[in-house]
């Protein structure tokens, strides 16, 4: 199991930027594909990003595409998730997981992930 820790989160005029960092303690980080979700209030959670263990490769919700990006630094056992140019849509607690199965494709559904972190609020004001 790997604990998650996410900072970061806060509020933002539209347009605006934020990057959300999550520590994760252990020393099995570099052998787990991350991920990032978000909840809305009043919506499920949905999946926002993803990244392989070696991060070379990357996959996004059409929703985030070109806007947001997600790397790690596994000497630093840290995933993070750069956002730009954000909507009043993207308002949501934010959340990063691990997914501890090695898998041919990374994996876009909550369900395939083992271990989250408590989440950090992000909110953008229009």
């Known amino acids: 199991q790997v604990q998650l820790v996410e900072s970061g989160g806060g509020l933002v005029q539209a347009g605006g930027s934020l990057r959300l960092s999550c520590a994760a303690s252990?020393?099995?980080?570099?052998?787990?594909?991350m991920g990032w979700f978000r909840q809305a209030p009043g919506k499920e959670r949905e999946f926002v990003a993803a990244i392989s263990i070696s991060g070379r490769t990357t996959v996004y919700a059409d929703s985030v595409k070109g806007r947001f990006t997600i790397s790690r630094d596994n000497a630093k056992n840290t995933v993070y998730l750069e956002m730009n140019v954000l909507k009043p849509e993207d308002t949501a607690l934010y959340y990063c997981?691990?997914?501890?199965?090695?898998?041919?494709?990374?994996?876009?559904?909550?369900?395939?992930?083992?271990?989250w972190g408590q989440g950090t609020q992000v909110t953008v004001s229009s």
């Open positions: 997981a691990a997914d501890r199965e090695l898998r041919l494709k990374l994996g876009t559904i909550e369900s395939l992930y083992d271990d």
């Open positions: 252990g020393r099995t980080f570099s052998r787990y594909a």
